[in-house]
């Protein structure tokens, strides 16, 4: 008998869980609902809802729906969003993140009120999140992900410096280490952490979970970012850790010789996605 076990702290952070709640109740009383780019980056949950009627727009696509409702998902908008759905008579059913909106009022105060100083996000860049934040200076701050980028900055110039909710503590940290000892006088670096510790916490709690398995199976949409990070998380502690999005990426090779797997997954990934995999194991293994 093959133990099989799904992890308790895996499975939609608080904002994804509003987002397609408001987006439920919505679609409960009407026949459709746009939202603004995928409500959460995983292909299973969006085919999901889609059948119930939620259908996913870009941008450049508000012009085409004059009149209509629009969700606007967990990781925020820009001010110029909100103005394109006023101009479009576009009804907003706002589902950002309550973590994501202080942020962007933090960033636009800082923004104001210290005009000569530089504001930079730690990133990255395109990511919805941070086009939201960037919006919150017109533009005017810079992003970066990696000590690369740091070539951007005027370190003879005040910076204050925060982060994307979802980004890594220990990168943060390093990130402000560094810039302090780049730092020329009189110019002050202020730094604000503003990272989500709900879903930071995701990593310590994956390093426990993967080491207690033979085989992990990881369970994640292929455009998620936190996806992608958790999953290298769980292959530092467990080398037969596998990204997989569904049941049909399961192979004999993954499970070869495994007295106990695991099953775990990323902030965008839905409770129902992993028990789908653990009674397909289940059936395989076990009966």
Request: neutral net charge; hydrophobic residues 35%; aromatic residues 6%.
């Amino acid at each position: 008998m093959v133990h099989i076990e799904i992890d308790p702290k895996s499975g939609f952070c608080f904002g994804v869980i509003n987002a397609i709640e408001k987006a439920e109740e919505t679609l409960a009383l009407e026949k459709s609902l746009y939202s603004l780019g995928d409500i959460v980056h995983n292909e299973q949950e969006m085919a999901r809802l889609k059948d119930k009627g939620l259908y996913a727009i870009r941008h450049d696509e508000l012009a085409t729906i004059r009149g209509s409702k629009i969700l606007f998902r967990a990781h925020g908008e820009p001010p110029s969003t909100y103005e394109l759905a006023r101009k479009y008579d576009i009804e907003v059913i706002d589902a950002s993140c309550p973590v994501v909106l202080v942020l962007q009022k933090k960033i636009k105060t800082a923004y104001t009120e210290n005009p000569s100083a530089q504001i930079v996000i730690y990133g990255k860049k395109g990511h919805a999140e941070v086009n939201g934040l960037v919006g919150q200076t017109d533009g005017n701050c810079i992003v970066i992900e990696t000590k690369d980028e740091l070539t951007n900055i005027d370190f003879t110039k005040d910076i204050i410096l925060f982060s994307q909710t979802t980004k890594s503590v220990d990168g943060f940290n390093d990130l402000v280490k560094t810039i302090e000892e780049k730092l020329l006088p009189p110019a002050k670096l202020t730094y604000h952490d503003t990272i989500c510790r709900q879903v930071a916490n995701r990593i310590p709690n994956i390093h426990t979970f993967a080491t207690k398995f033979d085989v992990v199976l990881f369970v994640s949409g292929i455009k998620s970012s936190n996806g992608k990070v958790l999953f290298q998380e769980c292959k530092t502690v467990n080398k037969r850790s596998y990204f997989i999005s569904t049941i049909n990426d399961i192979t004999d090779s993954m499970l070869k010789d495994a007295q106990s797997i695991g099953i775990c997954g990323a902030t965008s990934t839905p409770k129902w996605l992993m028990e789908n995999v653990a009674q397909e194991l289940n059936k395989r293994l076990n009966q």
